[in-house]
């Protein structure tokens, strides 16, 4: 058929970086077969196109990692050594009203803001930094056993990705572990969980060096469906071959979605679009 046509060729680079190789026959077997088919519980994945709305500038020197918006402005945390740090920058002409710098010794990655403190990740040092959102004064840091890629908020604790399927929840109070979970598709584990952001009790994450999102389900770790933003990067500057997709920040109050990517010009408002399409066929 053309839909699996269309569905293999689509999804083949997804499926061949965020799996071992050794795993893709075996899934795709595992697709076809009655004991993977959809159930109530845990209905075939929607597959989402978008339409972009609106964009805004961005700094394209920024290797973006961690993205959030809080009242008209856009919080990144930007990594990469000697070039790690946390810029507020005004949404509408990219102003930067804030911005603090890392140690030089340190890779910055994901964001998430919690009240007045803004908690930034570092990728291999085990560290965790808060900053006051009001001064970007480092108030505190904590310790953090594992890589740290992206960092979201469900209300009560942050939702810690490490590049691995398995999401971890960490307290706010000293970053302490909780509890875990692991995110598959279809009974697969998701691998490369990168930028976070949690959205109407769903936990949405970038797949690293792929064009998909995944909404997940932070119950059962289940990814409900599927956004595929292909075309999305020819639409903007970039700066090198580690310029791919990464970052996501809803405004909750006007319920806007944006997007947008490391070493990227632009920052992007968008739209999902309906593809009537489900993972898989
Ligand atoms: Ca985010």
């Not at 890779?107 to 803001?113: A, H, P, S, Y």
């Not at 909404?215 to 020819?234: C, H, K, Y």
Request: proline share 3%.
């Amino acid at each position: 058929m053309n839909n699996n046509h269309w569905f293999f060729t689509g999804f083949s680079r997804f499926l061949s970086i965020s799996f071992f190789c050794f795993l893709l026959v075996p899934l795709i077997v595992q697709y076809q077969s009655e004991a993977m088919a959809a159930t109530e519980n845990n209905p075939a994945p929607k597959l989402y196109s978008y339409r972009i709305v609106d964009r805004f500038p961005q700094d394209i020197k920024s290797f973006t990692q961690g993205l959030k918006f809080v009242d008209g402005s856009i919080y990144l945390g930007a990594g990469k050594r000697g070039y790690s740090g946390l810029t507020q920058a005004r949404l509408a002409d990219g102003y930067v009203e804030k911005q603090v710098k890392l140690d030089d010794q340190y890779f910055g990655e994901g964001i998430e803001i919690v009240g007045n403190q803004i908690f930034q990740l570092t990728w291999k040092a085990n560290k965790v930094f808060v900053f006051d959102k009001s001064t970007f004064e480092m108030t505190d840091s904590f310790t953090n056993p594992t890589e740290g890629w992206g960092l979201a908020y469900d209300g009560v604790n942050l939702l810690l990705s490490d590049g691995s399927s398995t999401i971890r929840r960490m307290g706010t109070e000293d970053f302490s572990y909780v509890n875990e979970f692991e995110v598959t598709l279809a009974g697969v584990p998701v691998r490369n969980l990168n930028e976070l952001e949690y959205i109407a009790g769903e936990l949405w994450a970038n797949v690293w060096q792929t064009n998909y999102i995944v909404r997940i389900d932070p119950v059962t770790g289940n990814v409900r469906s599927i956004i595929d933003l292909s075309g999305l990067e020819q639409r903007t500057r970039r700066n090198g071959v580690d310029a791919v997709l990464n970052g996501i920040a809803w405004d909750d109050v006007n319920e806007r979605l944006f997007v947008t990517g490391k070493y990227w010009s632009d920052l992007f408002e968008i739209e999902l679009v309906e593809t009537g399409k489900t993972f898989p066929q």
